[in-house]
């Protein structure tokens, strides 16, 4: 469990950092190592250099613009976490960071890092789907947005290129009165979700949409379209919330593993839709 | 001291040291310019090996050494195996490094050595071996099947050992029977996850000739033994130390593990230290794990519940080699008839080969497995005659008049016939029934189950034999210059509170602090006689050896005191460091007592003067040692159990389980226990609890994962699932005490008692809050969502 050689740089600017990473195809970005480290000692990953952004000017902190949490590369989990500005613009990032292994990890981890790692059962991309958020990238090619929708391709599989780095992730501020929640379940408290749905519940006129992602389910952070289109249409009825639960089974596409089968994940996704979207609607006006 | 030590919630003496991380562990050694140890390890569970190229390894930068079994000389053979027993039929053990075979994935065959771990490990990946796979059985049943795969072609269907135990006359018993439950349960296998992997330092000094060695290990007399025996030296030039050592739970007694012979072996011939520090990976592919058993338990009953035979056949999964003997499947044989009376038992087990990593020992040691036998059959009895769970146990359970209770035919791990020495088990039951009123709890199901809520009510009795010989020993000794007693033993401690524990009684005996009391252990220098720390003996052995030795040292030093004080000895107390006359303010401390026993040449301070051959008091007729007296205030006895003493205990959950999720939740964990008389109740509960929360691992989380191929798939703690803090509830404890006749002190041990009911408890209350949704039964540990899934989808109860 010790990694096998590489070049270690500590850039100290964007430009410096973007001009390392493009002229190595096998270079690995560095931010807070809580999953790229592990994968280094257990000699799972191998690059030939890595870039360790945490000196770089620019990456540090979070701000709300534009209707966006505008979370930078080096946040941690846990700043955004016990940030309350962040808290009242959108309750459920704190919510879900609950979920997010546990203090110490979450002390070191970034949120950007998550993202980019893209693990299928992770919480928090799947709250930057339900979100509707997006993260912005920078390499020799310029800066360029990519839709969260566009950006879990698969498991631990995103569409950045190879030479981009993810400089930010954007977070949308919950409209007014909306309700959010955050049902996950795991084997032990703060491991990788078995399954989670993320829901948020928006007035819109009269009527009332519904957001729903899950993470654990499928080779990469899902909306629960179907499911979405049930409540818009049916609104909340017993019979909706079965139909929705019915729905998101056919979401569910990992196959048995040791932690749980797919028959058992299929009905549990069911039941958290349902208690996601019951707890969402309490808290929304 | 007037108040007594022995009994007292005492902190314990170690814990400041370990909690602001300044304790030293094998890796924390100092050992300047040491080399380090990384292993090519085999990817296969069986193959030939049809050759091994370290060439390229060998030309990499940093390397010292690599070795294959060609060149390891003398080491290049089977490795003993430990604990003989008839019922084996040459029994296999593993071989440092392969020759030819391998046998289970992470069995070693290269060591490589060099200047630091990153570059052993880089070099590692460059020694090449070329391996023919050979088809693989892992599944323990199907491994004993006629034209299973072998793992050794010399056992066919895999049988290791095979061995039928028989106590009174269960074919009468059976014939007369009115009614028979038979059940079939598994568990599965899991390990000790010591929170230090395994590790070995060595270093060879050619001038004086001599070996030490740092060894993350339990027993470090026996590996002493061992590598003198292996290198064919004199023991007193090896030196084994055990420093602290960051948990064992039974792993870390197995020896040799190959690190333990290869480290030493690598040090003495390049004449640098070597280190080999174990990864969470390789203690996962390469040390001991423990538990899979599959029982067949039948119980014969009357329509009254009363069991009068027991019939158990199982299935032991040894891995692919059998270094420590028949000894798990032998303590879960001889376990199966818990606390009851149950007269007539017949035994028998298969011990497995499988081509996994061998299984010796984990904490709790075979009793989980028969625990969870015949615990579950007694609520399967209790179901199908229509009685209650306590009171189907009530019935059965061993009276307190009717101890010793002998289980003649059944001979324990010590090799003596169980032999349940004391207790008061209805008591017991009846404060867990206290506690739970199940009478209570059952309205309150009811009312649950009316609001959509599965409440359930689990129970388990166990038994635990405890503190087997052969022997431990005690040296005491009083500073002269401090009055400090030290007090050395053969043991090691994996933070268990030897030091304080032992204190405890020696503080009594000579009528000193509990912190003036040094106790010196995991070093065959500091004292070489003795065994290891295994198998809840620690407290009874070396506890029981070590008082023997306060007392002579009392007794000497009243002498004494006596004789300095010229009074007599009956007129003298010990307290507070010092002799004192009762009733007076004359006093002699223990330093200037140690100081005037042992006749001095020079006086280098003041109360030494008193000792020397023109002072006053050594004026006496003869040498200044009598024939027959010994120097100072010290003496070394020694103390050999008669047999196991039996501690036992029951243990009590409510649990809520959601059958949506499929989630159980701990919602009361009681447990009522009895280790005899308690040295340190603070130090029991620690042991009691650590041991309950290894047990809710097993009965709901920890399961090691190999697929078909024999590929251990769980090989790390995000898939290994270890229950963290937030697993684990609050638990209650309440305390027996019936001690022991069988030693001085009463005691009995408890390292191990904490894990043995867990999964039963577990998978009786999970039962019990389910029963309106299924019929199904719990009868596999560890009890998943998906297995709760899997029952609540089948056969729905009508109604």
């Not at chain 2, 007599?568 to 007592?593: C, P, Q, T, Y």
């Amino acid at each position: 469990m010790k990694p096998p050689p590489f070049e270690y740089c500590a850039p100290r600017s964007l430009k410096d950092a973007v001009e390392l990473l493009a002229a190595d195809p096998s270079a690995m970005v560095l931010a807070g190592g809580q999953s790229l480290i592990p994968a280094l000692n257990m000699r799972f990953a191998a690059p030939s250099r890595l870039i360790d952004i945490q000196h770089v000017e620019g990456l540090k902190g979070v701000v709300i613009e534009g209707g966006n949490i505008i979370v930078r590369a080096m946040t941690r989990h846990r700043e955004l976490e016990l940030n309350d500005e962040v808290f009242r613009a959108n309750p459920l990032i704190r919510e879900t960071m609950a979920h997010v292994a546990h203090v110490p990890i979450r002390n070191r981890g970034t949120v950007v890092g998550s993202l980019c790692h893209a693990d299928a059962a992770a919480e928090m991309p799947s709250i930057l789907l339900v979100t509707d958020g997006s993260v912005v990238t920078e390499s020799p090619r310029g800066r360029r947005e990519i839709p969260a929708a566009d950006f879990f391709q698969f498991h631990m599989t995103t569409s950045r290129e190879p030479d981009e780095i993810v400089v930010e992730a954007h977070f949308p501020v919950l409209p007014q009165g909306a309700g959010w929640a955050f049902e996950e379940f795991t084997r032990r408290h703060g491991d990788y979700a078995i399954a989670a749905v993320a829901a948020i519940v928006t007035r819109a006129g009269a009527t009332d949409v519904v957001s729903l992602s899950a993470c654990g389910v499928a080779s990469r952070p899902i909306r629960l379209t179907v499911c979405e289109q049930i409540f818009a249409a049916q609104g909340f009825t017993d019979a909706s919330f079965k139909a929705a639960g019915e729905a998101a089974k056919e979401y569910v596409t990992a196959p048995d593993d040791i932690h749980a089968t797919n028959d058992y994940r299929r009905d549990l996704l069911a039941s958290l839709v349902v208690r996601a979207v019951e707890k969402a609607l309490t808290r929304s006006r | 001291m007037s108040t007594k030590m022995f009994g007292a919630r005492i902190k314990r003496n170690i814990d400041p040291q370990l909690l602001i991380g300044e304790g030293s562990f094998v890796d924390d050694i100092p050992l300047a310019g040491a080399l380090h140890v990384a292993f090519v390890r085999s990817p296969f569970a069986r193959a030939k090996i049809k050759s091994i190229s370290t060439e390229f390894a060998e030309q990499h930068p940093g390397v010292a050494a690599v070795y294959t079994c060609d060149n390891i000389g003398a080491l290049d053979l089977e490795l003993p195996q430990l604990i003989p027993h008839p019922c084996m039929d040459s029994p296999r053990t593993q071989r440092p490094l392969a020759r030819g075979d391998v046998y289970y994935v992470g069995q070693t065959v290269a060591m490589v050595v060099a200047v630091d771990r990153y570059t052993a490990e880089d070099a590692a990946a460059l020694v090449d071996v070329d391996y023919d796979p050979l088809p693989v059985e892992i599944d323990l049943e199907k491994a004993i099947l006629d034209g299973a795969p072998l793992v050794h072609p010399t056992h066919p269907n895999n049988i290791a050992a095979d061995l039928v135990q028989i106590s009174g006359d269960p074919d009468s018993a059976i014939a007369g029977a009115e009614h028979v439950t038979k059940i079939r349960v598994q568990v599965d296998r899991s390990t000790a996850a010591p929170m230090e992997c395994r590790a070995v330092a060595a270093t060879f000094d050619k001038v004086m000739g001599e070996l030490t060695v740092w060894d993350s290990t339990q027993g470090p007399i026996a590996i002493r033994g061992g590598l003198a025996s292996i290198f064919n030296i004199d023991e007193d030039k090896v030196r084994v130390i055990a420093p602290h050592v960051g948990g064992g739970f039974g792993q870390k007694v197995l020896l040799f593990y190959p690190d333990e012979l290869l480290v030493p072996f690598a040090a003495m011939q390049l004449g640098r230290p070597v280190k080999f520090i174990e990864d969470r990976r390789e203690n996962f592919i390469g040390s001991s794990q423990e538990r899979t058993q599959i029982h067949e338990i039948e119980l014969y009953a009357k329509k009254n519940g009363e069991v009068i035979a027991l019939v158990d056949r199982f299935l032991h999964d040894t891995g692919a080699f059998i270094p420590y003997g028949i000894a798990v499947a032998q303590v879960a044989s001889t376990s199966i008839a818990g606390p009851y009376r149950i007269p007539n038992i017949r035994v028998e087990f298969k011990a497995v080969y499988t081509p996994t990593v061998v299984v010796t020992p984990y904490r709790g040691c075979g009793r989980p497995q028969a625990n969870f036998a015949i615990e579950r059959a007694m609520d399967k009895l209790a179901e199908e005659l229509g009685l209650d769970r306590f009171e189907v146990r009530r019935r059965n359970l061993i009276a307190d008049h009717e101890f010793p209770y002998l289980r003649k035919g059944l001979l324990f791990a010590d090799g003596l016939p169980v032999s349940l020495d004391s207790g008061q088990y209805h008591k017991a039951l009846q404060l867990l029934t206290e506690k739970l009123a199940p009478e209570e709890f059952a309205v309150q199901q009811k009312a649950a189950r009316g609001a959509g809520r599965y409440l359930g009510l689990g129970l388990s009795f166990y038994v635990e034999g405890t503190g087997l010989g052969p022997y431990e020993g005690g040296h005491i000794k009083i500073h002269p210059i401090t009055g400090k007693v030290y007090v050395n033993t053969g043991l090691t401690s994996q933070g268990q509170g030897h030091d304080t524990v032992f204190a405890q009684i020696v503080a009594d005996q000579l009528g000193v602090a509990v912190t003036d009391v040094i106790l010196v252990e995991g070093d065959t220098k500091a004292f070489d006689w003795g065994v290891a720390t295994f198998a809840s003996r620690a407290a009874v052995v070396s506890g029981n050896a070590i008082h023997k030795s306060a007392l002579i040292v009392r007794k000497k030093t009243l002498a004494a005191a006596a004789n300095m004080l010229e009074v007599s000895a009956d007129d003298l107390e010990l307290r507070d460091g010092a002799a004192w006359v009762k009733g007076s303010n004359r006093s002699v401390s223990l330093a200037a007592i140690a100081t005037a026993t042992n006749p001095l040449r020079y006086a280098f301070n003041e109360s030494a003067k008193a000792a020397t051959q023109f002072a006053p008091a050594s004026k006496h007729d003869g040498p200044p040692l009598a024939e027959g007296q010994h120097p100072g205030l010290e003496a070394t006895d020694y103390y050999s159990p008669p047999s196991a003493t039996w501690a036992y205990g029951v243990h009590g959950a409510i649990v809520e389980v959601d059958p949506e999720i499929c989630a159980i939740k701990i919602k009361r964990y009681v447990c009522i226990h009895d280790c005899g008389n308690m040295i340190n109740p603070t130090i029991v509960e620690g042991q009691v609890m650590g041991g309950i929360a290894q047990g809710i691992g097993g009965a709901m989380y920890e399961r090691i994962e190999y697929d078909t191929e024999g590929n251990l798939i769980n090989a790390n703690f995000v898939d290994f699932l270890v229950p963290y803090a937030t697993e684990i509830p609050p638990i209650e404890i309440l305390h027996l005490e019936t001690p022991t006749p069988l030693n001085p002190l009463g005691v009995k041990g408890v390292g191990e008692a904490g894990c043995i009911p867990v999964a039963a408890v577990i998978a009786s209350a999970v039962e019990d809050a389910l029963r309106p949704l299924t019929h199904e039964h719990f009868y596999h540990v560890p009890i998943t969502p998906s297995a709760i899934h899997a029952a609540l989808k089948k056969a729905a109860p009508a109604n």
